[in-house]
Structure formats: structure tokens, C-alpha cells
């Protein structure tokens, strides 16, 4: 299986730790936030994996040619400019199989989800993605969502299929197509699966959101659909606190055996 981790930010919440190095390189329990990325998806049986970078692209080129992970093919992508989460994903299109769903996951999100799980859940939605056609009802994206505090809420309708974005920061509210039934606000986890179809559609020439990508695809009919992890761990590695934090939360045993089985 395919995956991508999205590794090109500045990573300027992680200042000054940033001014040298790469927020992939930024250690989290002794090792960088991208050697516990790699290893979480090589865990759930991702063999082949593609790393955009920008900010110091050449130390994460030189992570990858010395990582000594059992199992794992890795490349980088380089981006001489940042193409945002969306363009990235798009740059990289010519890596994925146009037969097999793909999962792309944020080097900055630390999680104990079940990616096999979140993988077979696309997979039965899709009926189509083992023959290289995309199923007319099935979810092009899969959704990785989870009932935490945030500002910012994806919504969806009744049947868990995406049809908004909610700011309580701002205050807007973008509905992009009729939602049935009561509607569930869901803070996005950073990991979706992603169906090779919706490559295609990615048309927007520069740097895009995903975010903004996965909404279109909802205001044209299309089916992104949720992913329940609300019993996962889940945290945000974004600044030296949260890092701290998430330390905490996962604990010395997880991180020793994280890195025992890879």
C-alpha cells in the first residue's frame, strides 16, 4: 500500500527550533516527528511512502536515504515552492497506483488510529477502487475525525457524508450542498484516505487547502465521508508545548514499543 506524509511547512509555531531544520525533523520522544509517522503507517502495512518537503528539503532527503526502517521504500518530493496540503498531494499524483486508494497523513499529528481500520472502511464504500473505477455512490475521501475541543469543524449530515466547514473563531459557516437529517460537527484529525479518482479533479493550478478540495467534491455530488476515531490518542505537534504534551499523553512504553516493532 501507498501513503503520503505532508512534511513541506515552515513549521514558525515550532520557532525557534525551526531555524535550523525542518518541523519533520523537530524530535518528539528523542526521535524526529516524521520517524513516528513513518513508523505508525509501516505498523499498518504502508510499504511505499512519499514525503513533500520545502523548508530544508535537502535534511529530509538525507533523513530518507538513511533511515534504516525494515520493509519501507521512501521518496521525497520536493516543492520549490509551498504548494499548500491540497497541491502538494496533486504534485505528487504520478506516485500513487490509479488503482489502489492511498492514505496521506500530517507529519505534525501524532495518533494511535487504526489505519488498517480507516483503509478497509474506504475500501467497502468504494466497491469500485480494487478494479481502478470509482464506485457512482462511493466515497472518493475518507475522513479521519474525532469529538475534540477546536475552532474549526467539518460538517456532516446524518449518514456521516461531508456537506460543510464551520469556523467558531470567525463564525462562518460554509454549507456546500443540502444536509439531511441533524448535522454533526467534526474537528478533522489530519489522515484521510483517498481514492485515485479524485486525482483527476484536482484542477486547480497552484497551492490549494485540501480542506477546500474535499468541499468542492461535496458541492459536486461527490461522497467524502467520515471516519469516526473518538477513541483514538490524537495530538498536535505544532508548537514545543503541544509536543510536551504529547509526550504525556502516549507515554514511555508506546513510543519504546513504537520503535521495538519497526
Do not use: C
Not at 521504500?73 to 506516485?95: H, P, Q
Not at 461527490?222 to 503541544?242: C, H, Y
Amino acid at each position: 500500500m501507498k501513503a503520503m506524509i505532508l512534511a513541506a511547512g515552515l513549521g514558525t509555531r515550532l520557532q525557534p527550533l525551526t531555524d535550523a531544520r525542518p518541523k519533520a525533523l523537530v524530535e518528539v520522544a528523542g526521535r524526529p516527528m516524521l520517524y513516528w509517522v513513518i513508523a505508525r503507517l509501516a505498523r499498518h502495512g504502508f510499504t511505499d511512502i512519499i514525503i513533500n518537503a520545502h523548508h530544508f528539503a535537502e535534511q529530509i532527503e538525507a533523513f530518507t536515504a538513511a533511515y534504516g526502517g525494515p520493509g519501507v521504500s521512501l521518496t521525497v518530493s520536493v516543492e520549490e515552492e509551498i504548494l499548500d496540503t491540497g497541491g502538494g498531494v496533486r504534485k505528487a499524483g504520478w506516485f500513487f497506483d490509479r488503482e489502489e486508494p492511498f492514505l496521506v497523513h500530517n507529519v505534525d499529528v501524532l495518533t494511535d488510529l487504526d489505519l488498517s481500520e480507516m483503509m478497509t472502511a474506504h475500501r467497502a464504500s468504494d466497491d469500485g477502487s480494487a478494479s481502478g473505477t470509482h464506485s457512482a455512490s462511493g466515497a472518493l475521501a475518507t475522513l479521519a475525525v474525532k469529538g475534540r475541543k477546536s475552532s474549526r469543524h467539518l460538517l456532516f449530515d446524518k449518514v456521516g457524508r461531508l456537506g460543510g466547514w464551520r469556523s467558531d473563531i470567525t463564525g462562518e459557516t460554509r454549507t456546500v450542498r443540502p444536509m439531511e437529517g441533524p448535522v454533526t460537527a467534526l474537528p478533522f484529525l489530519g489522515v484521510y484516505v483517498m481514492s485515485p479518482a479524485a486525482l483527476s479533479k484536482m484542477t486547480e493550478p497552484g497551492p490549494f487547502s485540501i480542506i477546500d478540495f474535499f468541499l468542492d467534491l461535496a458541492r459536486t455530488g461527490e461522497t467524502v465521508q467520515a471516519f469516526r476515531a473518538d477513541e483514538a490518542r490524537w495530538a498536535d505537534l505544532g508548537s514545543v508545548n503541544r509536543i510536551a504534551a504529547a509526550e504525556r499523553l502516549f507515554g514511555t512504553d508506546w513510543f519504546a514499543d513504537s520503535v521495538e516493532k519497526t
